[in-house]
């Protein structure tokens, strides 16, 4: 993964427009507690990100723009925040590799978009596995079991809210990964950067 100075500049000003993002949207939606504001935020970063790799068209320019954004992350106000960090980094690494196999093409950027968003789901679990060991998984089973309890749901709803969460994430990555190829395309082909491809 080695960039000459332009491509460094541009992974530089992507990777900052991203960790922009998180400290001023990604302040506000959570001091709001807006529903979903992780969401959100993964769209448009992702975007961003994506739209970089088209003025950064070599493999691993993704991952660095996830990796400057998480550590402009650190700088956050809050400190050091390892979860969310872990989180851009993974999904950086998630379309970069998508895009290396699907390549970069309007149906490869959404492809990417897609997977990358579909991190954030099982991210919290992973994580938390991974500092508190195993045991939290059956707890948060156990929490989920009596919280239907309570609500009188059945095994059935529970499985169908789960696939309507996985699928909002899904298509908002791919709607992501959409919006970068048309908005970035014609941005970085007036530059010189990209050929005319759909």
């Known amino acids: 993964m080695r960039f000459g100075l332009r491509s460094l500049v541009y992974v530089g000003v992507f990777g900052a427009l991203w960790g922009g993002l998180?400290?001023?949207?990604?302040?506000?939606?959570?001091?709001?507690?807006?529903?979903?504001?992780g969401l959100v935020l993964g769209s448009a970063g992702m975007t961003i990100a994506l739209i970089g790799r088209l003025f950064v068209p070599r493999a691993g320019s993704l991952l660095a723009i996830g990796i400057v954004t998480a550590l402009l992350k650190a700088f956050s106000v809050g400190g050091f925040v390892f979860s969310p960090m872990l989180a851009i980094v993974v999904e950086s690494a998630i379309a970069e590799a998508v895009v290396l196999a699907a390549g970069t093409r309007r149906a490869g950027f959404v492809a990417a978009g897609a997977a990358a968003l579909a991190w954030p789901v099982v991210h919290p679990l992973v994580t938390q596995t991974l500092i508190a060991g195993r045991g939290v998984l059956a707890v948060y089973l156990e929490m989920v079991r009596g919280l239907m309890r309570w609500l009188g749901l059945e095994a059935g709803a529970l499985a169908g809210a789960l696939a309507v969460f996985v699928a909002l994430h899904v298509s908002a990555?791919?709607?992501?990964?959409?919006?970068?190829?048309?908005?970035?395309?014609?941005?970085?082909?007036?530059?010189?950067?990209?050929e005319n491809v759909r």
């Open 173 to 194: 990555g791919a709607l992501a990964g959409w919006l970068a190829w048309e908005a970035g395309h014609g941005a970085a082909r007036r530059a010189g950067r990209v």
């Open 22 to 37: 998180e400290a001023t949207l990604g302040a506000a939606l959570h001091a709001l507690r807006i529903p979903f504001a």
